[in-house]
């Protein structure tokens, strides 16, 4: 006996408009079954069949990335949103199934309905407006693939204390507060309140909210075994005057666990040294991310509630050689209109900057820093016959030394990034881990300029060789605003004159001394990057802003504060002109009238 769906059928959204009878004969056909938390719902590669609907629960979506058969997750389907429409609607006309191009997983237990492609057919037929609500759909995932998208945001975040003592609450709390000053309703949820509840009670709560907070601390109890099952994503919350357990956690079927979504927030209590490497905390917790949140610090409370509700920023920086320079003026305009950076990245001279940033440095430290290293002195006046490279490097790997000391990425003040080009593999290498120095001293290794850096037997060279403005590392990163500064547009033309009847290598250093680069240089860096295409990428940003660099070459390092003055100007442009201006500005949110004593 066929069991009709229609009931379910006329509760989803995308389907209200449709006739009862077509409702009561596609129902008929359709197929309702159960999804457990973390089983997959179809595969990259495996043939459309169904369009699927969510009645409850949630779904995500898995696409692949690089050469090594990973995958970066993308987002969040929600009840009454439909999944596995491009490969079903691809076929079309031909009524051929295409292959799914991502892979589709429960996120937490969940209640699917399929219809066929026949049934979706006398749908069409009966409402044909169903097929363009269809494309309008496709075409907006595909505009916002990877960008922000609210219906795909997390919204349940489960907070784990690593110490029984650990009060976690208080952290909670302080969220949900500055988290109403920014207009968006939030609960926070304990084993008292949520504990034995029914799958219903946490479908409601997430219709009725925009953020859910549910807190708990390691334990073998169910309500932690639940919390971590209902997160969209973890936070685990440890002291930074701890030693973690490894692993963290305790096993556990939480498909937000297995996917590996999941941060570590490391409390700071005054000024207590950091106790285990940053490192070593997301691999004892399996986690992606890593947040530092000292314990009276109003700005980290700030960031910590932009990256909770999506509405985080984060800066891209290209590359450029002494184009870059520009990306100063970028980093002050930001700044003087309270435009916050919560994440920062770059490649090459982009990433020199972005680490500037991610240190904490004032606009003026920056700025003495800069001109010391690149404007006052040349650092790739250590010329060498070429073997692998026209200079030592000696003096570059001295300055980073002595900028960068022994900062490590995981320490930094701004999550940060940068890319290098892995020859080895041909794949962009992401350094989000280890010392600044060395992760610099790849991202600016220009083939044929500066040595290659290996790094586990692989060849490491600029970032710009493979992906000059990462903003599809950004992407990966967090899911708020995008800022990109790209200065890698050419100026007009190309000084062809220095590459005529050119003078030998020691006539040029007779001419013109070692602090003026030789034109092999200009040469070596626009073979590396001419083929890029950064016009792609600057569609990826919610503001891209794009100085004009014309007159200005790569290896101009002394035009420092024309370059500099031209970022500035370009910012303020681009940033009052964004229809986003105002929800970037970080506003002072206040601290809840809490008792401080129990903070931890």
Not at 383 to 410: C, N, T, W
Request: positive net charge.
């Amino acid at each position: 006996m066929d069991i009709d769906f229609s009931s379910p059928l006329k509760s989803i959204p995308f389907l209200k408009e449709v006739p009862a009878r077509i409702l009561r004969t596609v129902g008929r056909e359709a197929k309702w079954f159960s999804l457990k938390a973390g089983s997959p719902l179809f595969l990259q590669g495996e043939t459309a069949q169904d369009i699927h609907f969510v009645l409850s629960g949630s779904l995500g979506t898995f696409r692949p990335y690089g050469r090594k058969g990973k995958f970066e997750f993308v987002g969040h389907i929600r009840p009454g949103e439909p999944v596995g429409e491009m490969a079903l609607f691809s076929g079309r006309p031909e009524h051929v199934n295409a292959p799914h191009s991502n892979s589709v997983y429960a996120l937490r237990d969940s209640e699917i309905l399929s219809i066929s492609r026949k049934g979706f057919d006398r749908l069409v037929k009966s409402r044909p407006d169903i097929l363009q609500r269809l494309i309008r759909l496709i075409l907006l995932r595909l505009r916002q693939a990877g960008r922000r998208s609210a219906r795909a945001e997390p919204k349940v975040f489960t907070f784990v204390a690593t110490s029984p003592t650990m009060n976690i609450t208080y952290r909670a709390h302080q969220l949900k507060e500055a988290l109403a000053r920014m207009g968006l309703s939030a609960i926070v949820v304990n084993k008292d309140t949520g504990g034995n509840k029914p799958v219903a009670f946490f479908d409601e709560l997430e219709r009725t909210y925009n953020i859910i907070i549910l807190t708990t601390r390691l334990s073998a109890d169910n309500w932690y075994k639940l919390a971590v099952r209902q997160a969209d994503r973890i936070w685990v919350f440890g002291r930074a005057n701890a030693v973690p357990s490894d692993p963290i956690m305790l096993q556990s079927d939480s498909p937000a666990y297995q996917f590996k979504l999941v941060d570590v927030i490391i409390l700071h209590y005054e000024r207590e040294k950091l106790v285990t490497p940053p490192h070593k905390w997301r691999s004892a917790a399996s986690a992606t991310r890593i947040f530092h949140w000292s314990m009276h610090s109003q700005a980290d409370c700030q960031r910590m509630a932009r990256i909770i509700s999506g509405r985080s920023v984060g800066l891209v920086l290209s590359g450029g050689g002494a184009r870059a320079y520009a990306h100063i003026g970028v980093v002050k305009a930001m700044r003087e209109m309270n435009v916050p950076i919560d994440f920062v990245g770059g490649t090459s001279m982009g990433a020199m900057i972005a680490a500037c940033v991610a240190m904490g440095w004032s606009d003026d430290e920056i700025d003495w820093r800069i001109r010391k290293s690149f404007v006052k002195s040349n650092p790739l006046g250590d010329y060498v016959l070429p073997v692998v490279s026209m200079v030592r490097g000696h003096r570059v790997q001295k300055r980073l030394k002595e900028h960068f000391g022994d900062a490590m990425i995981g320490n930094l003040k701004v999550p940060f990034f940068c890319v290098s080009s892995n020859l080895t593999d041909s794949e962009v290498f992401i350094h989000r881990s280890g010392y600044v120095r060395d992760a610099l001293r790849a991202s600016i290794s220009l083939p044929g300029i500066l040595p290659p850096v290996i790094e586990d037997e692989d060849v490491l060279v600029d970032g710009a060789v493979l992906n000059n403005f990462p903003v599809d590392i950004m992407q990966g990163m967090h899911r708020g605003f995008i800022i990109g500064s790209d200065v890698s547009r050419e100026s007009r033309g190309f000084p062809a004159d220095e590459f005529l009847n050119p003078p030998g290598f020691f006539r040029w250093v007779l001419q013109h001394g070692f602090h003026r680069t030789p034109p092999i240089v200009s040469l070596l860096m626009r073979a590396a990057t001419v083929k890029l295409e950064t016009f792609s990428k600057r569609e990826l940003t919610h503001i891209c802003i794009t100085p004009n660099m014309d007159a200005i070459q790569l290896r101009d390092w002394d035009v420092y504060d024309e370059a500099v003055e031209r970022g500035y100007e370009a910012a303020i442009r681009a940033i009052k002109a964004s229809p986003f201006s105002m929800q970037l500005k970080s506003d002072p949110v206040p601290l809840p009238n809490m008792d401080r004593s129990e903070a931890f």
